[in-house]
């Protein structure tokens, strides 16, 4: 049995096979995802898994070099925002409209869909290096 903190099979795999400059974004339960985006769900309920929580889980295997958020979460949804910020404090951030953000999961490795029920609760990780 795997022993590190992404015990969830599908996600494991995804972290595993990103390389430098891959993209995987994690979002609210209402994010549409293209057909063509792998979406690996894990909402059972309303806050179930938080954005947070798998953000900050996600986090302990991925080397992340940039993070796109919607430009609308410093209006809509400024206490994740700040949440975010928290848990990236040195991270660079690019602000892009939310409309662009949906665009763009086409070019993302996988979709991970939490319980999240909170508005532009969405962030798009790009992958860095440990070297």
Known sequence: MK????????LSRVIATMGHFDKISIGDA?????????????AVDNGIPSFMQVLNNVLEELEVQRIYLAEEIKTQNPAMLTAIQDR??????????HEEMKQSLTDCKAFVRTGEMTPYANIMLESGVTF
């Open 88 to 97: 990236l404090p040195k991270m660079p951030i690019t602000f892009i409209p």
């Open 30 to 42: 209402g994010m549409p995802v293209p057909s063509t985006t792998e979406k690996i769900d894990l």
């Open 3 to 10: 022993k590190s903190k992404v015990i969830n099979s599908d």
